[in-house]
């Protein structure tokens, strides 16, 4: 059974750290390049970092270039988002699926609220 679980979300200040997690079960994780994704309310849930399958090569959207990494740790089919200096504008569930989203299930996302 796939599953994705995301982890570490939670109220932070401006200017604050967050560092989000995803356990995936039921993928060859190894094989696919991973994303975080997030969603606003009233807006489409937008990818916001990838990381290809290798692990050797990353990318971000423009409003978190910078300030966003992402990693990801083969031995615990996890991947992770380390997100510095984070602004009210970052307020979002995040979601992890691969890049492009395959798996039709998407987990329960982590709620990031950051208050100015």
């Known amino acids: 059974q796939v599953q994705l679980v995301e982890s570490g979300g939670g109220l932070v200040q401006a200017g604050g750290s967050l560092r989000l997690a995803c356990a995936t079960s039921g993928i060859n994780f190894r094989i696919n390049a991973m994303g975080w994704y997030r969603q606003a309310p009233g807006n489409q849930r937008e990818l916001v970092a990838r990381i290809s399958s290798s692990g050797r090569s990353t990318s971000y959207g423009d409003s978190v270039k910078g300030r966003f990494t992402i990693s990801r740790d083969v031995a615990k089919n996890t991947v992770y988002l380390q997100m510095n200096s984070l602004s009210p504008e970052d307020t979002a569930v995040y979601y992890c699926?691969?890049?492009?989203?395959?798996?039709?299930?998407w987990g329960q996302g982590t709620q990031v609220t950051v208050s100015s």
């Open positions: 699926n691969t890049d492009p989203p395959l798996i039709r299930h």
